[in-house]
Structures are given as structure tokens and as C-alpha cells.
């Protein structure tokens, strides 16, 4: 079920609140630098120009259209949260209805403390006073934790909601020029989400208070203006557009500096989170001096536009206010000039009161409303990943296979990753009889992965079809022909959590059959240094599998393959050299392997090649048979000089 159904379906599910608050932990917290301040070790340095606004933000919609479209995007969010929302909100009355009994009865009670009126009045008073007092502040909390509950459950929505989009992408989303790094997506939906929750959360609160009382206000000062004079408050209601303009571009700003701080502090997350991973590489090139120079650029890029920000935010209030005061005198000087004399004192005070109280609500809604755009950076770039279609689409008929023998055919595919590229593959044309295994080879960046990558469908071919026991995979749901396809990467992926979980990564949202995990580890040759680990297969293997060896990660990699129970087995078979004895203990788990599925190699060990069935070379986006005899004869020292995977 989708998420999207999900949403509408189920009841509103309590966020996970541990989560959250880890979330809001972790977000990063800046430097608070004066403005003179430039780092020390590039002092000449100029803040970056690469941060560029996506074409989408320069697109020419108005200020209020765009805040209506963002609206929209969060409008079915908020709409599951109604229930915490509604009651913060009538909190908040109970809250602003008890300040409005206090007030009155501190004046009287301690009029009546002077005037020393009996004891049992004084003490009447003095306890409904301290019942008033006690239910707004008890309504005060429960505001507050009603709407953050609606604001942080929203956030985890939208969370839960985007990182589903996200994994539905294909890998074009991920990869290539066009590619959203990693990092970028895990700052958008940590920390910039957290910011969208503190701008819910300022929203929501100001709103019962400023939206709903404002409108009333608005209304009954402009009647009661229509009523001491027409003319004057006709004149009144053409300032009033004039404001709301002002507001409205201020906002705009705001909301462009806005972007550009997200934008900056989202390449710094996502440079960290590059550069970190490949440490072990910078130290080995002595790239510390270089990285540090980097991130300097970055770090004061991001402190500028963050500086620009914050004086933004700061002078906004300031241009609103002069204007605010500006407006009132040229209205009180013209109410003069008209009335001519024609009001008495009393009218005159009166108008001009009400006027003070008509601009006041528009102010208050302006704040609201820059409060809001300073927010919707962070709200866009979250949705934005949502925005791009994925080109793998699975058919709404499409079948799930519930048996495969294992054939598989290329016919006539051809591929590029885009319209400018060069095709990778062209009219390529193979079929692997069911149990067969063939090797494939060829030199390095000739497309054996891609054509891994088109076989599981991560992308899709730009002509021609591919066909699984005689069914266009097409035509297959994405689980059953991933299902049925299992993969041995070459970066032997291991995730987090234990051997168990990681040999039986597809069962992980079920149950995890520890008779087939044992059995695959044996059939991988994991077995025996499995039950070697501090807790055999409960032990955790780290962040990548950085407690285990290359060995052992490929023979756990073979072992989750075996797991599976894929018809179709595609082995990308390491480069890193391995000690002999784990190379024979891995040699022997793929050979068992080959026994028992239709086996795609790519090979880059001798030993491999010539265990397989048929030899294939694919160079210039063609694939070329080779016999046994001319691979060993000429193919093998000539593509051994070209770097080939062998
Ligand atoms: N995501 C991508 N976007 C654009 N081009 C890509 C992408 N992935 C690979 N390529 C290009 O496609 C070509 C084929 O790459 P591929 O990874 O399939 O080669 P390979 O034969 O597996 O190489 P190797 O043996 O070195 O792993 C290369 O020129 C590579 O630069």
C-alpha cells in the first residue's frame, strides 16, 4: 500500500517521537561569527557564486502564489494532524479567555486588598483568581505540546513520505551529473526538516492567535471607520494594499536569502559526509591540507549567507515599523486636511483609534506570513526530491513470476545514460540458456555493469528488450524480478545489523529462517569463521562491515545470494586481490553456486573465466563470443594490457 493511501487510510500514527528528538539533537549548530570576522588561513577568500538557485525558484509565479502551492503540498500532512491542531488551538482560547479574567480581577482584588473589604470576599476573589491563573497555564502547556505534537507528527509524515519517494527513484536519481548526492538528501530530510517543524510550529501557534482574532479586528475597525467617515476610510483602504505589498516582497526576500543559507549549509553536510567516508584516501595522498582549504571555502560561504539571513530577518521588523508609522501619519494629516474641520474632537480621535487598530492585525499577519516564507525554502527542497518521475515504471498489470528456469535474452539493447552521451551498449544481442553460466569480459568502463544494471531494471534500455524466461521484464513487478535476479556486487554492500540480518536481508521485515541462513553461510563457506565472531551469527558487523575482512564480506555477500534462492545469479566479481587461502574458500562458493543457477559473471580472475560455460567480450558497446582457446590465445594478454576486468 502506498504511503499516500496509508495517510488517508489510517488513523494518525504517533510519530515516533525518539526518532524526532534524536533528529532535532543532531542538527548541526553554527558558530555565531561577527561580521568582521574572515577565516584566518584564507583570509582573502570571497563567499563561493556556485550557489545557484534551481531554475524551478526562478520560475515567475507571484510571492502568494508559491506560498499558496507550498500550502497545498502540506496541506494533506496537516490534514491528519486536525486533532492535535484543533485542540492546541482550543487551548489557546481557554488560555487567552483566562488572561482576559485575570486581568480585570488583579485590578479589582487589590482595589478591594486597599479598601479592606471582608475577609470571605478577599478570599473568594484570591481563589478564583488562582483558578484562573492555574487553568491558563496548564492550557498554555497543552497548547504547546498539542502543537508540536501536530507539527513534529506532520514533519515525520512528510518524512516517512519523501524518503519513500526517494527509494522508489531509479538509480539515475542517485547517480550521474544530474545526481543528488547522498548527503544533500540527508540533510534535507534531518536537519531541514526539523526546520520545517519550528516553522509549523511558529505558524500554528501565531495563527489561532493572530489569524482568527485579526480578521475580527480588521472588521469591526473598518466598520466602525465606514460609519465616522466613508471618504476618509476609502482613502484608509488604499494604504492597506500598499502594506501588504511591501509585506509581501519583504517576504520574497527573505525567502530567496533563505534558500541560498539551506542551500549552503546542505553543500557543507554533503561535502562532510564525502570526505569523511574517504578518509582513509585524503590521509594516504596527504590531502589534509587541501580538505581543510575546502571545507574553509564552504564554511564561510555558508556564514555569509546565514549573515545575510539573520540581518534580513532583523530588518524586516524595522522597515515594517516605519512604514507602519508612516502610514498612520500621512492618514492622520490627510484626515485632518479632508475632514476640514467637518469632525468634531471626539470622531476625530475615534477614526484615527480605529485606524491604529485596523493596521496593527496587518502587521500581525505579516509577521505570520514572513515567518512562513523564511520556512519554505526547507519545505520546497524537501518536496523537490519528490518532483523528479522515474523512468522505470512498473505496469499496474504487471506479473509477479512465480517459478523461473533462468533464460535470459538480450535482444538488440541498446543504452546511454543521457541524450548527450555516448550509447554504452549498441544493439547488443545475448541469450543464457537456464543453468548456464557465462563469463563476461572486456575493458574497463565497456559496460558490463551497465548491463547488470539494465538486466535488475535500475534503468531502463533506450531500444530493444530484455526477456526472462521468455517474459519482457517489463512486463515483471520490480519485486519478483529482483527477487528472482539476485546480485554479488562487487562493492560487496553490507548493511548494518547482524551476520543473520545481512545474510537474510529479504526476509528482514518478516521472519529470518536461521536454517537457511546457516545453510547458505555453509553453501558460501561462511560458516566456519561465522561461529568464530564474539556472538556467531548475532555479532554485528559495523558500520559497512568494517569488522570483517574482504573475504569474508564476499563470502557473506554470495551467502545472501544463496539465501535468496534467485533463479538467476549476477556475479561481480571483486578486483581486490584476496590471500590464497580465502580466494580458494571464495572459488569454491561460487563454484558451487554455478552448479545450481544460471550464472552471469563478470569476471576478473582467470580461474573464473575458464570455469564458466561461454566466454563473452563486450568492447564498443558490442558483444563478441570468444572459444576457450582464442580467449587464452590472444584476448587475454591484449585485454590484461588494456586494463580489461580479468
Ligand atoms: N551513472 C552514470 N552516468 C553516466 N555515465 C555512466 C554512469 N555509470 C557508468 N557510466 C559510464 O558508462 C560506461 C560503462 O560503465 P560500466 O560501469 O558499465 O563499465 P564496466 O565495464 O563495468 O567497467 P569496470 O570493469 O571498470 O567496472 C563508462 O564509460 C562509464 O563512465
Known amino acids: 500500500m502506498s504511503l499516500h493511501r496509508l495517510l488517508f487510510l489510517s488513523p494518525p500514527f504517533p510519530p515516533p517521537l525518539f526518532h524526532l528528538r534524536s533528529a532535532q539533537k543532531d542538527k548541526p549548530k553554527f558558530l555565531h561569527i561577527n561580521s568582521r570576522w574572515r577565516p584566518p588561513f584564507i583570509s582573502s577568500l570571497k563567499p563561493t557564486n556556485s550557489i ?36 492546541g488551538w482550543l487551548c489557546s482560547s481557554i488560555s487567552v479567555f483566562s488572561l482576559s479574567q485575570i486581568i480585570p480581577r488583579i485590578g479589582s482584588f487589590s482595589s478591594n486588598l486597599i479598601n479592606i473589604v471582608s475577609i470571605s470576599k478577599l478570599r473568594d476573589q484570591c481563589l478564583l483568581l488562582g483558578v484562573f491563573v492555574l487553568v491558563k497555564l496548564v492550557a498554555c502547556y497543552w497548547q504547546q505540546a498539542f502543537l508540536w505534537e501536530a507539527s513534529l507528527g506532520t514533519v515525520c509524515q512528510m518524512r516517512v513520505f519523501v524518503f519513500e519517494t526517494v527509494l522508489e527513484k531509479e538509480l539515475g536519481f542517485f547517480e550521474g551529473s544530474d545526481g543528488v548526492s547522498s548527503g544533500d538528501i540527508a540533510y534535507r530530510i534531518t536537519a531541514e526538516a526539523s526546520d520545517v517543524a519550528d516553522t509549523l510550529f511558529a505558524l500554528l501557534n501565531v495563527s489561532d492567535r493572530t489569524i482568527v482574532p485579526n480578521m475580527l479586528q480588521l472588521f ?94 532583523a530588518l524586516i521588523p524595522q522597515i515594517i515599523q516605519i512604514i507602519y508609522f508612516g502610514v498612520l501619519c500621512v492618514l492622520c494629516v490627510g484626515s ?55 523512468k522505470v515504471i512498473e505496469k499496474p498489470d504487471a506479473i509477479d513470476l512465480g517459478h523461473v528456469k533462468g533464460e535470459v535474452k538480450f535482444c538488440d539493447v541498446s543504452f546511454k545514460y543521457a541524450d548527450n552521451m555516448p550509447l554504452v551498449l549498441d544493439g547488443l544481442n545475448l541469450t543464457v540458456r537456464a543453468g548456464e553460466t557465462i563469463a563476461l569480459v572486456g575493458p574497463s568502463g565497456g559496460g558490463k555493469t551497465t548491463l547488470v544494471k539494465l538486466l535488475l531494471r535500475l534503468y531502463e534500455p533506450s531500444s530493444g528488450s530484455i526477456l526472462i524466461d521468455n517474459h519482457n521484464i517489463k512486463n515483471i513487478g520490480l519485486e519478483s524480478l529482483r527477487r528472482h535476479v539476485g546480485l554479488v556486487s562487487q562493492d560487496t554492500m553490507l548493511l548494518p545489523g547482524t551476520v543473520a540480518e545481512n545474510i537474510g536481508y529479504r526476509d528482514l521485515m518478516s521472519n529470518i529462517d536461521m536454517e537457511k541462513v546457516e545453510l547458505a553461510a555453509q553453501i558460501a563457506n561462511a560458516d566456519e569463521f561465522i561461529r568464530t565472531l564474539p556472538e556467531g551469527y548475532r555479532s554485528q558487523i559495523g558500520p559497512r562491515g568494517s569488522l570483517l575482512s574482504g573475504g569474508q564480506k564476499q563470502r557473506l ?51 573464473t573465466i575458464l570455469m564458466a560455460d561461454r566466454i563473452f567480450l563486450l568492447q564498443n558497446g558490442k558483444l563478441e563470443e570468444l572459444s576457450r582457446s582464442t580467449f587464452l590465445a590472444g584476448h587475454h594478454d591484449s585485454l590484461l594490457s588494456a586494463g580489461a576486468a580479468i
Do not use: W
Request: hydrophobic share 45%.
Open 52 to 87: 545557484k538557485l534551481p531554475l524551478n525558484a526562478q520560475t515567475s509565479q507571484t510571492p502568494l502564489s508559491k506560498a499558496l502551492e507550498t500550502l497545498a503540498k502540506l496541506k494533506p500532512f496537516l490534514q491528519t494532524n486536525h486533532q492535535p491542531i484543533l485542540l
Open 220 to 313: 469591526a475597525m473598518a466598520t466602525q471607520m465606514l460609519v465616522i467617515s466613508p471618504s476618509l476610510s476609502l482613502i484608509s483602504a488604499i494604504m492597506i494594499p500598499f502594506m501588504a505589498l511591501v509585506i509581501a516582497y519583504l517576504g520574497e526576500k527573505l525567502r530567496k536569502i533563505s534558500k541560498r543559507a539551506h542551500l549552503s549549509i546542505a553543500t557543507l553536510a554533503a561535502y562532510l559526509n564525502e570526505v569523511l567516508p574517504a578518509i582513509f584516501f585524503v590521509k594516504a595522498n596527504n590531502g589534509e591540507l587541501s580538505e581543510h582549504a575546502r571545507f574553509q571555502r564552504l564554511a564561510y560561504t555558508d556564514f555569509s549567507q546565514h549573515l545575510a539571513k539573520k540581518k534580513m530577518k
Open 336 to 390: 485632518l486636511v479632508i475632514s476640514r474641520g467637518s469632525f468634531d474632537g471626539c470622531s476625530m480621535v475615534s477614526f484615527v483609534t480605529s485606524l491604529v487598530f485596523l493596521v496593527e492585525p496587518i502587521q500581525g499577519m505579516g509577521k505570520a506570513y514572513n515567518e512562513f516564507k523564511q520556512g519554505e525554502p526547507a519545505i520546497e527542497r524537501l518536496f523537490d526530491l519528490t518532483k523528479m518521475k522515474s
Open 557 to 607: 555477500a554470495i551467502a545472501r545470494a544463496v539465501y535468496q534462492k534467485s533463479s538467476i545469479l549476477v556475479l561481480d566479481e571483486a578486483t581486490s586481490a584476496l590471500d590464497s587461502k580465502s580466494e580458494l574458500l571464495v572459488r569454491q562458493a561460487v563454484e558451487r553456486l554455478m552448479e545450481n543457477y544460471t550464472v552471469l559473471v563478470i569476471a576478473h580472475r582467470l580461474e
